[in-house]
């Protein structure tokens, strides 16, 4: 994994060679952190200072790596906003990289790398792998609620079964079964869970468009039952990227993926740690610099991008 610091002088820890503090540039798409909307103070000031002193990215491979990608220090800019829902990894994604494809490309590229990995992992790497996906999307609801208060599961219904589905819940209300009961009991017997590699690409690849195969359906309980069902009748729900698509992003395009967090003062955290850099390294080798997504700590769904300039 590539090294990544962040010091008041813009230099390595531990006696690497001083770099300089990266220029000011007139970057078109910056904005300034105090104009981001939803910021804490604290976040603000402390994304501020990082601006200003630079981050300094080391690639993993040393001296073998090109002269030009071994160290080289950012300052990082917020890119303005994109779309908070399910394809904001994609949309920030594709304003960070400066790449030339639509957000749909680039979820398509996403998916098939991840297929193709999948594929080649061992029995115990793919159950660890399906062991992650079931935990994130289809939880066990007998346990779990020490840390959570509310758990959701997701499904896929196929389109082409919209009207059958409808059909089957409104028999069981009429033999009198409340509707959200009814909708539940027939979207987990007839619809994918989405507990595996392979249910995972299903799901990953729907983009809310209305060429998706899939519509998503989100059930959330709590500990004494269910609360709720998202039919997403009018299919615009998309998946949001998770963990396992940024792993598969950077692997498409060798280059690791830093999720900037910025955590508010409901984190409980000094100012001076309240900025986390999460790296997601290719399952490959690192042919390109970093690409930088913003999270805000208080909302913790949205990715936003991060224009970086050497």
Same mark, same amino acid.
């Given at each position: 994994?590539?090294?990544?610091?962040?010091?008041?002088?813009?230099?390595?820890?531990?006696?690497?060679?001083?770099?300089?503090?990266?220029?000011?540039?007139?970057?078109?798409?910056?904005?300034?952190?105090?104009?981001?909307?939803?910021?804490?103070?604290?976040?603000?000031?402390?994304?501020?200072?990082?601006?200003?002193?630079?981050?300094?990215?080391?690639?993993?491979?040393?001296?073998?790596?090109?002269?030009?990608?071994?160290?080289?220090?950012?300052?990082?800019?917020?890119?303005?906003?994109?779309?908070?829902?399910?394809?904001?990894?994609?949309?920030?994604?594709?304003?960070?990289?400066?790449?030339? %494809?639509?957000?749909? #490309?680039? +979820?398509?590229?996403?998916?098939?790398? $991840?297929?193709? &990995? !999948? @594929?080649? =992992?061992?029995? *115990?790497?793919?159950?660890?792998?399906?062991?992650?996906?079931?935990?994130?999307?289809?939880?066990?609801?007998?346990?779990?609620?020490?840390?959570?208060?509310?758990?959701?599961?997701?499904?896929?219904?196929?389109?082409?079964?919209?009207?059958?589905?409808?059909?089957?819940?409104?028999?069981?209300?009429?033999?009198?079964?409340?509707?959200?009961?009814?909708?539940?009991?027939?979207?987990?017997?007839?619809?994918?869970?989405?507990?595996?590699?392979?249910?995972?690409?299903?799901?990953?690849?729907?983009?809310?468009?209305?060429?998706?195969?899939?519509?998503?359906?989100?059930?959330?309980?709590?500990?004494?039952?269910? %609360?709720?069902?998202? #039919?997403? +009748?009018?299919?615009?729900?998309?998946? $949001?990227?998770? &963990? !396992? @698509?940024? =792993?598969?992003? *950077?692997?498409?395009?060798?280059?690791?993926?830093?999720?900037?967090?910025?955590?508010?003062?409901?984190?409980?955290?000094?100012?001076?740690?309240?900025?986390?850099?999460?790296?997601?390294?290719?399952?490959?080798?690192?042919?390109?610099?970093?690409?930088?997504?913003?999270?805000?700590?208080?909302?913790?769904?949205?990715?936003?991008?991060?224009?970086?300039?050497?």
């Amino acid at each position: 994994m590539g090294k990544l610091y962040c010091h008041s002088s813009g230099v390595g820890i531990g006696g690497d060679t001083l770099l300089q503090q990266p220029t000011p540039t007139n970057e078109p798409h910056a904005v300034s952190w105090a104009n981001v909307r939803g910021l804490e103070d604290q976040q603000v000031r402390r994304l501020t200072k990082i601006q200003q002193r630079g981050v300094l990215w080391k690639h993993p491979e040393g001296d073998s790596a090109p002269a030009a990608t071994r160290s080289i220090v950012f300052r990082l800019s917020h890119d303005g906003e994109v779309e908070a829902d399910g394809n904001c990894l994609f949309n920030a994604s594709v304003k960070s990289m400066r790449c030339n %494809l639509d957000a749909r #490309e680039l +979820r398509r590229r996403t998916v098939k790398r $991840f297929l193709e &990995d !999948l @594929a080649s =992992l061992t029995v *115990a790497e793919r159950e660890a792998v399906d062991s992650e996906i079931k935990h994130m999307y289809s939880p066990d609801l007998e346990s779990g609620w020490g840390v959570h208060d509310i758990q959701e599961l997701k499904l896929l219904a196929r389109k082409v079964d919209r009207d059958s589905l409808d059909s089957a819940i409104a028999e069981l209300v009429g033999l009198g079964i409340p509707r959200e009961l009814a909708a539940e009991s027939i979207y987990r017997e007839r619809c994918i869970a989405v507990d595996d590699g392979s249910s995972w690409a299903k799901y990953m690849a729907t983009s809310g468009s209305k060429d998706d195969e899939y519509h998503i359906i989100a059930m959330q309980y709590s500990e004494w039952g269910l %609360l709720s069902v998202d #039919e997403n +009748r009018d299919g615009h729900a998309a998946a $949001f990227g998770d &963990d !396992l @698509a940024i =792993l598969s992003l *950077a692997t498409e395009f060798k280059r690791e993926v830093f999720v900037v967090q910025a955590h508010g003062l409901d984190a409980m955290v000094e100012e001076e740690n309240c900025v986390f850099f999460l790296p997601h390294r290719p399952r490959g080798p690192i042919c390109e610099p970093p690409v930088f997504l913003f999270m805000k700590g208080t909302d913790g769904v949205a990715l936003e991008p991060i224009t970086m300039s050497p």
